[in-house]
């Protein structure tokens, strides 16, 4: 074969693959995409942390240590009044020792009348000259005896019913039994170990929580912690009410991490909650929403649409009957929407279902544009 015969053949082989491919490629069929279009609307960047309902005042119920548990008027989660008797301690010992100091006061009162008989009788004798004044010295020092004796028993007698009073156990607040420390029958124990001279200590049957004083406590996560500052809005979720909020306050933000069996470093956060305290309890579990930043009139598209790309964002938007992968900068990220500061128009059409196939240039078909 002729050198320019081989050279033509070669060409048109050449043209006819070249020719072969541009009909394969503009005949490629196009990815069926749903679009949206970016929306202006207030967004606000939140926080959310789980938690539970507690009482901000807690007050512990004591008995004097030693004694023996008669009854137990109270199970915990129980409401109580102030003054209600909540237990009893056995004063069967103290009762007999009041019977006998009672005994002892009336005779003591007895002899000291019969003392300052004697005394006065003693004071006319001696003004007659009949008695010494010794004889009256002597009865002025047995008045005085039996009258110190008399203040003895009366003490004594105070002690003892001050002592039999702390038998009867009442409740020091209206409130709410959150643990029970004692049962009916049983001793409470004095402590083992006290300082030489140290006074005994009174031991704990039950701990109250304050009605009326109840707020969120929330363990934020050690990534969102530096977040949060007191006075801040915030909204409590309660698992016993869906669909209801309830607004709050961030009282006191914790210094020091939450000691967690599952080691994460968690912050206590307290919350006011300033609605909903006629069915809020103490226990009630729920989670917090604390509002870090918010804007109105914002550019947003769904974060779902958006893709990560090391440091960069994108999105696929519409040009031309092709996907074009374009960066976005965003600002303010909510729940469901992030703010759009660049990238993208107010009328451009982002592509939402269809996206995870896609290519930069790839022909599309909207198959339904939301708007």
Same mark, same amino acid.
């Not at 003054?83 to 004063?91: N, S, V």
């Given at each position: %074969?002729?050198?320019?015969?081989?050279?033509?053949?070669?060409?048109?082989?050449?043209?006819?693959?070249?020719?072969?491919?541009?009909?394969?490629?503009?005949?490629?069929?196009? /990815?069926?995409?749903?679009?949206?279009?970016? *929306?202006?609307?207030?967004?606000?960047?939140?926080? $959310?942390?789980?938690?539970?309902?507690? *009482?901000?005042?807690?007050?512990?119920?004591?008995?004097?240590?030693?004694?023996?548990? !008669?009854?137990?008027?109270?199970?915990?989660?129980?409401?109580?009044?102030?003054?209600?008797?909540? $237990?009893?301690? +056995?004063?069967?010992?103290?009762?007999?020792?009041?019977?006998?100091?009672?005994?002892?006061?009336?005779?003591?009162?007895?002899?000291?009348?019969?003392?300052?008989?004697?005394?006065?009788?003693?004071?006319?004798?001696? /003004?007659? #000259?009949?008695?010494?004044?010794?004889?009256?010295?002597?009865?002025?020092?047995?008045? &005085?005896?039996?009258?110190?004796?008399?203040?003895?028993?009366?003490? $004594?007698? *105070? %002690?003892?019913?001050?002592?039999?009073?702390? !038998? %009867?156990?009442?409740?020091?607040?209206?409130?709410?039994?959150?643990?029970?420390?004692?049962?009916?029958?049983?001793?409470?124990? &004095?402590?083992?170990?006290?300082?030489? #001279?140290?006074?005994?200590?009174?031991?704990?049957?039950?701990?109250?929580? &304050?009605?009326?004083?109840? /707020?969120?406590?929330? +363990?934020?996560?050690?990534?969102?912690?530096?977040?949060?500052?007191?006075?801040?809005?915030? =909204?409590?979720?309660?698992?016993?009410?869906?669909?209801?909020?309830?607004?709050?306050?961030?009282?006191?933000?914790?210094?020091?991490? =939450?000691?967690?069996?599952?080691?994460?470093?968690?912050?206590?956060?307290?919350?006011?909650?300033?609605?909903?305290?006629?069915?809020?309890?103490?226990?009630?579990?729920? *989670?917090?929403?604390?509002?870090?930043?918010?804007?109105?009139?914002?550019?947003?598209?769904?974060?779902?649409?958006?893709?990560?790309?090391?440091?960069?964002?994108?999105?696929?938007?519409?040009?031309?009957?092709?996907?074009?992968?374009?960066?976005?900068?965003?600002?303010?990220? #909510?729940?469901?929407?992030?703010?759009?500061?660049?990238?993208?128009?107010?009328?451009?059409?982002?592509?939402?279902?269809?996206?995870?196939?896609?290519?930069?240039?790839?022909?599309?078909?909207?198959? +339904?544009?939301?708007?």
């Amino acid at each position: %074969m002729k050198p320019g015969v081989r050279t033509w053949l070669i060409v048109g082989v050449v043209l006819t693959g070249a020719v072969g491919a541009y009909r394969y490629l503009g005949s490629e069929t196009p /990815e069926r995409v749903t679009v949206i279009t970016p *929306s202006t609307q207030t967004i606000e960047e939140t926080v $959310a942390a789980s938690g539970g309902m507690v *009482s901000s005042r807690t007050v512990l119920v004591t008995m004097d240590p030693g004694g023996r548990v !008669t009854s137990i008027h109270f199970e915990e989660q129980d409401r109580v009044r102030k003054g209600q008797l909540r $237990a009893r301690l +056995d004063d069967s010992d103290l009762r007999g020792q009041l019977t006998q100091n009672r005994g002892n006061l009336t005779l003591a009162e007895g002899n000291l009348s019969s003392a300052e008989v004697n005394l006065n009788r003693f004071r006319r004798l001696y /003004e007659k #000259g009949f008695a010494a004044r010794l004889d009256v010295e002597n009865a002025q020092r047995q008045v &005085e005896l039996y009258k110190t004796q008399i203040e003895d028993r009366k003490a $004594a007698i *105070s %002690m003892l019913e001050a002592k039999r009073a702390r !038998t %009867m156990i009442v409740s020091p607040i209206n409130g709410v039994v959150t643990r029970k420390l004692a049962e009916e029958g049983g001793v409470v124990a &004095e402590r083992d170990a006290r300082s030489p #001279g140290q006074a005994s200590q009174s031991t704990a049957i039950a701990e109250l929580a &304050e009605l009326g004083s109840l /707020e969120f406590q929330a +363990d934020v996560d050690q990534a969102d912690i530096a977040k949060i500052r007191v006075g801040q809005t915030a =909204t409590v979720q309660i698992d016993a009410f869906p669909g209801r909020t309830f607004e709050a306050t961030p009282r006191e933000v914790a210094a020091a991490s =939450t000691p967690d069996p599952a080691n994460r470093v968690r912050y206590a956060v307290k919350l006011v909650v300033r609605s909903g305290k006629d069915v809020l309890q103490v226990g009630m579990t729920g *989670s917090a929403r604390f509002v870090i930043a918010k804007k109105a009139q914002a550019l947003t598209v769904p974060v779902a649409v958006t893709l990560q790309q090391g440091d960069d964002e994108s999105v696929f938007v519409v040009k031309n009957g092709k996907a074009s992968l374009t960066k976005i900068k965003t600002g303010l990220r #909510g729940e469901d929407a992030v703010e759009v500061v660049s990238g993208v128009a107010p009328g451009d059409a982002v592509i939402d279902q269809g996206r995870a196939k896609l290519k930069d240039g790839r022909r599309v078909e909207i198959v +339904d544009a939301k708007r």
